[in-house]
């Protein structure tokens, strides 16, 4: 990620176990730490909602609302603004934590480690009539009867597992290709 050190431009400059830039010439330290990261699984009562993502990585793959908690951001606060800004709809406050998973984002030539926290929120009666899409994050939703999504198209891992948790309690049997 850093050829030079910011700090004195230097070198020298190293990245030590996946996790922190030093520089040995100023005493520059930057730590690479995990960034929190969450995604709302919006069930319907018969289906799940997954948006078709507008931009990398993985352009046109299936996803969850959500995206990256703000600096001062709490989880739930993080995923409320992120459900705005990328569907026009607030989910509210009655989302429920049902799990976390670590997950690989790369971005621009840099690979961000993230842990994912899933929420859920049901919202009978939700269509695509009620969201104003973000055409920048999201090219089109998809209203899927849960034993019919598509593992294989869904863009991150942490995601394929998020909805295999949510999925296993309900014992709804699920495929892997449509």
Not at 45 to 69: C, N, Q, S
Not at 71 to 94: F, H, Q, S, T, Y
Not at 98 to 127: E, K, M, R
């Amino acid at each position: 990620m850093f050829q030079f050190c910011p700090s004195c431009a230097s070198r020298n400059i190293s990245f030590e176990r996946n996790t922190v830039f030093r520089c040995p010439d100023c005493g520059f330290v930057f730590y690479h730490n995990t960034a929190a990261a969450t995604g709302c699984v919006i069930s319907t009562g018969e289906t799940l909602m997954l948006i078709v993502r507008a931009k990398e990585p993985a352009r046109g793959a299936l996803a969850l609302p959500g995206g990256f908690v703000n600096p001062g951001e709490g989880a739930v606060e993080g995923l409320r603004r992120e459900c705005v800004e990328e569907i026009g709809w607030d989910p509210g406050p009655e989302l429920s934590l049902f799990a976390s998973f670590p997950n690989v984002y790369p971005y621009q030539n840099i690979t961000y480690h993230t842990c994912d926290l899933f929420f859920t929120v049901s919202a009978p009666g939700l269509t695509e009539q009620d969201l104003r899409l973000d055409p920048r994050e999201i090219s089109a939703v998809r209203f899927v009867q849960p034993g019919d999504i598509n593992f294989d198209a869904l863009a991150f891992d942490s995601t394929r597992r998020a909805i295999r948790a949510f999925l296993t309690p309900l014992d709804i049997p699920h495929k892997d290709t449509i």
